[in-house]
């Protein structure tokens, strides 16, 4: 099977693998001689490991196959609650007799 719109929102991606921390990333598809399945996606669900649900759902009635020339995958992953950052400390050294002007904050 190749890449297909399956109709209702849903494609399959053959090498793909979706997780569920994909969804609300979007997906930009190009190149695809049906315009319609050209443009930017929203994925709504993940139906599996290469099945999503995205919105906006084109207007095919079929299953169409993609033959996009470039299909782009973007997505922000949800936070890990465990891994907090609460603050960062620098060091600035001078080496090798470099002489370097360092402004304290506050110091403007």
Do not use: C, H
């Not at 009635?61 to 400390?89: E, M, N, Q, R």
């Amino acid at each position: 099977m190749a890449d297909t719109y399956l109709t209702g929102g849903a494609w399959s991606f053959d090498a793909a693998a979706f997780t569920d921390e994909m969804v609300g990333g979007t997906m930009v598809i190009a190149g695809s001689p049906t315009g319609d399945l050209n443009g930017t996606f929203t994925i709504t669900n993940v139906v599996s490991p290469t099945t999503v649900v995205m919105t906006p759902a084109p207007l095919l009635v079929d299953p169409t196959l993609v033959f996009a020339t470039s299909i782009t995958l973007t997505y922000t992953p949800a936070p890990d609650a465990a891994f907090k950052i609460s603050g960062i400390t620098m060091q600035l050294q001078a080496k090798g007799g470099l002489k370097r002007d360092v402004t304290r904050m506050g110091d403007v």
